[in-house]
């Protein structure tokens, strides 16, 4: 079984920063895509970011500059560091990875979400 744990939502300034982790465990041979989405109030969840297993990262167009993703495969953990935040990033924030087994068989799992408010 995998299970992945969010941490680091919360409330913030317009202009502020914060940092989300989302740390993997469980069996399985290996990560390969790890990325964040986030659902608005009222809108329908979308990709802000992710990064492949060799490193090569992808934003959506609303963060790119101001949010970064990285990995630490060691850990098996994945962060989104968010700065200059806007009101509009206010969402839920999900994490996302596709789990490899040693079968060479691949499934997708999701985080519990986190949330992160922009307000003044």
């Known amino acids: 079984q995998v299970q992945l744990v969010e941490s680091g939502g919360g409330l913030v300034q317009p202009g502020g920063s914060l940092s989300l982790s989302c740390a993997v465990s469980?069996?399985?041979?290996?990560?390969?895509?790890m990325g964040w989405y986030r659902q608005p109030p009222g809108q329908q969840r979308e990709l802000v970011t992710s990064?492949?297993?060799?490193?090569?990262?992808n934003y959506a167009d609303s963060v790119k500059g101001r949010f970064t993703i990285s990995r630490d495969d060691a850990r098996n953990t994945v962060y989104l560091q968010m700065d200059s935040l806007k009101p509009e990033d206010t969402a839920v924030y999900y994490c996302?990875?596709?789990?490899?087994?040693?079968?060479?068989?691949?499934?997708?799992?999701w985080g519990q979400g986190t949330q992160v408010t922009v307000s003044s």
């Open positions: 996302n990875v596709d789990i490899e087994y040693a079968t060479r068989t691949y499934k997708t799992f």
């Open positions: 469980g069996s399985f041979f290996g990560i390969q895509t």
């Open positions: 990064i492949s297993r060799g490193g090569r990262t």
